[in-house]
């Protein structure tokens, strides 16, 4: 297998939600050449067959699987969760890409279906793969739970109300879940940790071929988004647990 088996994810089994966009296929590619095997899911079958194509490919031998999960169930959440876990042995991350935006151009303007629409996005789906895969990481030595999060949840604009909302939500709940991992390790310390990476916003090649010209200032590219993931097992559960870490200068 290209990668490096050896290291802390030689081996190691991660679930990434949201699989098939630009951050989930370059996080799968990651992933991959890190010697993980990837189980991946997303709404959208034709594009998450193609994300796990491109990783398969580009990483010969590497397992990566995918399967569309609907993460507003939470019983279809938790069924992925125990099937992975029984299929592999174990359960070392979830990754949270799911994502989405709506805005409105002024408070006033804010069209409460939009809010709707983020809650069931970015917050149920937090919810219910948290409560899925809870057990299965506690058991791992090196579980993490990772939430992929906006800058905007900490300073919300007038025109972004439910997309910050929704984001501060899932943050509040991400790390609600990793002090229950606190709690749980004892005097030890956390085996597991919840982990919320922030970013102002992403870009990847398309995006530049499309505006050339932009300047993209403070974003954050995809394959360093899928960087810094992966980095995450490297640091030691205890110091990363319950903590952003800000990929992008804090508001």
């Known amino acids: 297998m290209n990668g490096n088996e050896n290291g802390v994810l030689g081996g190691a089994v991660v679930a990434v939600a949201g699989a098939a966009g630009p951050a989930g296929r370059a996080t799968l590619l990651r992933l991959a050449e890190a010697g993980a095997t990837v189980v991946a899911s997303d709404a959208d079958p034709a594009r998450l067959a193609e ?3 491109a990783a398969r490919y580009a ?3 590497a397992t990566v699987t995918g399967d569309t999960v609907d993460l507003l169930d939470p019983a279809a959440a938790r069924e992925w969760a125990v099937r992975t ?3 592999f042995g174990r359960i070392d991350g979830l990754v949270h890409l799911v994502g989405g ?3 409105s151009a002024s408070f006033m303007e804010t069209d409460l279906a939009d809010w709707d629409f983020l809650e069931k996005l970015l917050i149920r789906t937090v919810q219910n793969t948290s409560l ?5 990481l506690l058991r791992s030595p090196i579980g993490r739970y990772l939430l992929i999060s906006a800058a905007g949840a900490g300073k919300p604009t007038r025109g ?3 997309y ?3 984001k501060s939500a899932a943050e509040a709940w991400t790390l609600a879940l990793g002090d229950d991992f606190r709690k749980a390790g004892g005097e030890q310390g956390p085996s597991a940790a919840a982990v919320i990476l922030v970013v102002k916003a992403l870009v990847h090649d398309a995006m530049r071929a499309e505006r050339p010209n932009a300047k993209f200032a403070g974003f954050t590219d995809v394959t360093e988004l899928a960087e810094a993931i992966t980095g995450v097992w490297e640091r030691p559960a205890g110091e990363v647990n319950g903590t952003r870490l800000w990929l992008t200068e804090k508001p």
């Open 51 to 53: 994300a796990v194509d």
């Open 59 to 61: 990483h010969g031998g």
């Open 85 to 87: 876990e029984k299929e």
């Open 101 to 103: 935006w709506r805005g």
């Open 132 to 136: 899925a895969f809870h057990d299965g």
């Open 160 to 162: 972004n109300a439910a």
């Open 164 to 166: 910050a909302a929704s």
